[in-house]
């Protein structure tokens, strides 16, 4: 297989939300380090969000500075600028993630320290594209206007040895991949509640047909969450 092992790992009520006030909870904050520790415990090569996602964990609504890249030329096709023993991917396709830095920081040792790769098309603005190589942060291009997910993903393993890839939200991105077909193992800490508010689903775009797996375990954890496994 010329792609990584693509494993979903996520936080959900057992109606599917992944978003929503029920975060906030305190039992819910503390199952939280149960789906750290299982990332930590999967041990994979990368991890990989929507721009959503990063920019909550991880850039905070921080926005890039590419006015001095205007107009600069820049060499076609993808950029790496490095390997690294763990990687950060993350689909940014408009390009409006503000980097102070190539890698991640971040209190948590699975996160911390990942080299960063951004995942863009061709229209992704050529001004923001110099301002990551300034960085010194990598990019794959993956679509002319839309990502390609399989591509994305041979891109990841042929360029970076990528074989193990924690597929860790939104609901959007998770769909990409979901019908892609690119959906390996789901890994889901699931916690005791329902949440009525608004929110986000674990697919957030639907398709038909269905998804079998052969392989299932449900393992306890403290404050009444469970921990399920398919494969």
């Known amino acids: 297989m010329n792609r990584p092992t693509i494993i979903l790992h996520m936080v959900t009520t057992p109606d599917g939300k992944i978003t929503g006030a029920f975060l906030n909870d305190p039992t819910v904050q503390a199952l939280c380090e149960d789906y750290y520790r299982i990332h930590r415990e999967y041990a994979a090569d990368a991890y990989l969000c929507g721009r959503i996602t990063f920019e909550g964990s991880f850039t905070f609504g921080r926005q890039p500075s590419t006015q001095a890249f205007a107009g600069q030329p820049v060499d076609s096709g993808d950029y ?116 009525g508010t608004a929110g986000l689903s674990l697919f957030e775009q639907k398709q038909g047909g269905t998804l079998s797996f052969t392989h299932t375990k449900a393992v306890p954890l403290s404050h009444g969450g469970i921990w399920l496994s398919l494969r």
């Open 80 to 195: 790496v600028a490095c390997h690294a023993d763990k990687y950060a991917v993350v689909i940014d396709t408009h390009g409006r993630l503000g980097w102070t830095d190539h890698c991640i920081h971040d209190d948590d040792p699975g996160y911390d320290a990942a080299h960063i790769i951004e995942v863009v098309t061709e229209q992704t603005p050529k001004a923001y594209l110099a301002y990551l190589r300034s960085l010194s942060i990598s990019y794959l291009i993956c679509g002319e206007t839309q990502v390609d997910p399989l591509l994305l993903c041979e891109k990841l393993f042929s360029l970076f040895g990528i074989r193990k890839l924690m597929l860790e939200g939104g609901g959007i991105t998770d769909s990409l991949f979901l019908q892609a077909g690119l959906v390996d193992e789901m890994s889901l800490v699931m916690v005791p509640m329902i949440d």
